[in-house]
């Protein structure tokens, strides 16, 4: 069987979950479910980032114990992940003492390796990035970003990244899925020109004690980066023994698909594999960049300027379908994209309620008042022309959606869907069934049975983005089980005769 690794980035737990981490946290799950739906074996790796500086400044605030403070703040990321029907097979915390462990066994690793020395480091750190710069990388005296920076110069631990540029750089241009979207490829190897570093991966305790204790001098904590990155190989059971072969199963074999935001593409493009090729072991498949959600003056929305905006609160006035719809379809894959309460609004009634809304009304009423409520049977012979181009789109769809997942742009996908309900719905009009059932009822079965089958291929192409919805709708249709894709092309709607439920609007036409 095929199988299908995909993880989030693990959030930093210094504030509550919001749109931006919602977001990486969708489009990974809504990836993983269509890998379901074609057959794949799936595991969806997600969680929280709970070690280093940020946090434990955070934890001070507040003034509650750290240890205390992240699990607080991890359960507010189960809390919401569940609310947006994130079906995930581990929500991963690095303050776990498995991870721990296994994060000791690395560094213990490279240290015997050699690929670990001591040295002073001299120059500025990011705290809100958990990130080192160098004097020539500020910008104003500020991070690239805008963010403050500290002075530090203390003597630390250093993973000989800069053995690595080479390999890198040929491991990136020999394989062009590596970094996607494509164009996101050039900014790293744009960035590999410059010599490369090593990598400070230390903290002496004196100056932060929250993070993994370096095995071979307990004086100091792991860079919290390392720690975190090496969650997705330890959480498929790297360096644990009682995991055995899982390892093998879900990383070595598979190759991991990681999505993230294109803000932290060189640390997982430059550091995390540097890392991986020191450890000797295989490189993700695939590093997947999404871009930004924006706010009103097009910008990136984040909690630090206090306009992100908040899932919770979204989900009092949306349902968590369509605001899943919503992120998938809106922002395409990579590019950055603005968000507001209009935007999701506009497109839940053009796409759900309007389109897909009145889709379903419109044949399953004329079913219920001409039909007694019953599929049209499947007949034999041949289908008129109409007929048959619209079951050919169907057909043409379902390669479509497959292609637009496998070439990681779910928006794409879901546009196809979009146009095939489209279509779906001319053709309703052009057939005018509501006009001929009077006088042509057999003909009339045959038009409302192929919308039928249209309503039912949408729904199961759908159920990725929309679970619940779509699970009703299925088993309105007298269609309950988990039917993978490939019953469709064997043609598994029911065969006629069986009756289909009443159901009240599945999307409500939201005013403005
Ligand atoms: N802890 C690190 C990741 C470690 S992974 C081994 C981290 N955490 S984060 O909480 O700051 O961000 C996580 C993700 O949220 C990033 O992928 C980031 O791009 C995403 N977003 C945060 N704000 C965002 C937007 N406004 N828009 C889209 N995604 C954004 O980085």
């Given at each position: 069987?095929?199988?299908?690794?995909?993880?989030?980035?693990?959030?930093?737990?210094?504030?509550?979950?919001?749109?931006?981490?919602?977001?990486?946290?969708?489009?990974?799950?809504?990836?993983?479910?269509?890998?379901?739906?074609?057959?794949?074996?799936?595991?969806?790796?997600?969680?929280?980032?709970?070690?280093?500086?940020?946090?434990?400044?955070?934890?001070?605030?507040?003034?509650?114990?750290?240890?205390?403070?992240?699990?607080?703040?991890?359960?507010?990321?189960?809390?919401?992940?569940?609310?947006?029907?994130?079906?995930?097979?581990?929500?991963?915390?690095?303050?776990?003492?498995?991870?721990?462990?296994?994060?000791?066994?690395?560094?213990?690793?490279?240290?015997?390796k050699q690929l670990i020395y001591e040295s002073t480091y001299e120059g500025w750190y990011c705290v809100s990035e958990e990130i080192f710069y160098t004097s020539k990388d500020l910008v104003d005296g500020k991070s690239p970003t805008g963010k403050e920076v500290i002075k530090i110069k203390?003597?630390?631990?250093?993973?000989?990244?800069?053995?690595?540029?080479?390999?890198?750089?040929?491991?990136?241009?020999?394989?062009?899925?590596?970094?996607?979207?494509?164009?996101?490829?050039?900014?790293?190897?744009?960035?590999?020109?410059?010599?490369?570093?090593?990598?400070?991966?230390?903290?002496?305790?004196?100056?932060?004690?929250?993070?993994?204790?370096?095995?071979?001098?307990?004086?100091?904590?792991?860079?919290?980066?390392?720690?975190?990155?090496?969650?997705?190989?330890?959480?498929?059971?790297?360096?644990?023994?009682?995991?055995?072969?899982?390892?093998?199963?879900?990383?070595?074999?598979?190759?991991?698909?990681?999505?993230?935001?294109?803000?932290?593409?060189?640390?997982?493009?430059?550091?995390?594999?540097?890392?991986?090729?020191?450890?000797?072991?295989?490189?993700?498949?695939?590093?997947?960049?999404?871009?930004?959600?924006?706010?009103?003056?097009?910008?990136?929305?984040?909690?630090?300027?206090?306009?992100?905006?908040?899932?919770?609160?979204?989900?009092?006035?949306?349902?968590?379908?369509?605001?899943?719809?919503?992120?998938?379809?809106?922002?395409?894959?990579?590019?950055?994209?603005?968000?507001?309460?209009?935007?999701?609004?506009?497109?839940?009634?053009?796409?759900?309620?309007?389109?897909?809304?009145?889709?379903?009304?419109?044949?399953?009423?004329?079913?219920?008042?001409?039909?007694?409520?019953?599929?049209?049977?499947?007949?034999?012979?041949?289908?008129?022309?109409?007929?048959?181009?619209?079951?050919?789109?169907?057909?043409?769809?379902?390669?479509?959606?497959?292609?637009?997942?496998?070439?990681?742009?779910?928006?794409?996908?879901?546009?196809?869907?979009?146009?095939?309900?489209?279509?779906?719905?001319?053709?309703?009009?052009?057939?005018?069934?509501?006009?001929?059932?009077?006088?042509?009822?057999?003909?009339?079965?045959?038009?409302?049975?192929?919308?039928?089958?249209?309503?039912?291929?949408?729904?199961?192409?759908?159920?990725?983005?929309?679970?619940?919805?779509?699970?009703?709708?299925?088993?309105?249709?007298?269609?309950?089980?988990?039917?993978?894709?490939?019953?469709?092309?064997?043609?598994?709607?029911?065969?006629?005769?069986?009756?289909?439920?009443?159901?009240?609007?599945?999307?409500?036409?939201?005013?403005?």
């Amino acid at each position: 069987m095929n199988r299908f690794y995909i993880t989030t980035p693990l959030y930093y737990i210094n504030d509550k979950p919001h749109l931006g981490t919602a977001y990486s946290t969708v489009i990974a799950d809504v990836l993983s479910r269509y890998h379901q739906l074609m057959g794949y074996e799936t595991f969806l790796l997600t969680g929280t980032d709970e070690h280093g500086q940020k946090c434990s400044q955070s934890a001070k605030q507040k003034n509650i114990p750290v240890q205390s403070y992240c699990d607080e703040m991890a359960g507010n990321f189960e809390k919401v992940w569940k609310l947006l029907d994130i079906s995930y097979n581990l929500f991963f915390r690095t303050t776990s003492s498995w991870h721990k462990r296994a994060v000791q066994k690395c560094l213990q690793s490279l240290y015997n390796k050699q690929l670990i020395y001591e040295s002073t480091y001299e120059g500025w750190y990011c705290v809100s990035e958990e990130i080192f710069y160098t004097s020539k990388d500020l910008v104003d005296g500020k991070s690239p970003t805008g963010k403050e920076v500290i002075k530090i110069k203390e003597k630390n631990y250093f993973f000989k990244m800069s053995a690595y540029q080479k390999p890198l750089i040929e491991h990136i241009e020999k394989h062009p899925d590596f970094i996607q979207p494509s164009y996101r490829k050039n900014e790293v190897l744009g960035f590999l020109k410059q010599d490369l570093e090593d990598l400070c991966i230390s903290r002496p305790k004196s100056r932060l004690d929250w993070g993994v204790e370096i095995p071979f001098n307990t004086d100091y904590v792991t860079y919290v980066w390392v720690d975190a990155l090496l969650n997705y190989t330890t959480g498929v059971g790297y360096q644990q023994k009682d995991r055995e072969g899982e390892f093998e199963k879900w990383w070595e074999d598979t190759g991991a698909l990681h999505v993230i935001g294109k803000d932290i593409l060189l640390t997982h493009c430059v550091y995390w594999p540097c890392l991986l090729m020191a450890l000797g072991i295989r490189l993700p498949k695939t590093v997947l960049a999404h871009g930004w959600l924006l706010n009103q003056s097009q910008e990136k929305m984040s909690k630090s300027k206090g306009d992100a905006m908040d899932p919770l609160a979204l989900l009092q006035s949306f349902d968590s379908d369509s605001l899943r719809y919503f992120l998938t379809r809106d922002i395409p894959m990579g590019n950055d994209a603005p968000v507001s309460h209009s935007l999701i609004t506009r497109r839940i009634n053009e796409d759900l309620a309007n389109n897909l809304g009145n889709l379903i009304s419109r044949t399953t009423k004329m079913i219920h008042q001409h039909f007694n409520s019953q599929i049209p049977e499947r007949k034999a012979g041949k289908a008129t022309d109409n007929i048959e181009s619209l079951k050919e789109l169907g057909t043409k769809t379902t390669e479509e959606v497959k292609e637009g997942i496998l070439s990681l742009k779910p928006h794409s996908a879901l546009e196809r869907i979009i146009h095939l309900l489209n279509e779906t719905n001319k053709f309703l009009e052009q057939n005018a069934p509501w006009k001929t059932v009077k006088s042509n009822k057999e003909d009339t079965a045959k038009v409302l049975r192929a919308a039928l089958e249209i309503i039912y291929l949408s729904s199961v192409l759908l159920k990725p983005v929309m679970p619940k919805k779509m699970k009703q709708l299925l088993e309105s249709l007298s269609c309950p089980e988990e039917w993978p894709l490939k019953h469709f092309q064997s043609g598994a709607f029911p065969k006629g005769g069986e009756k289909i439920q009443e159901l009240p609007p599945l999307f409500p036409r939201i005013k403005n």
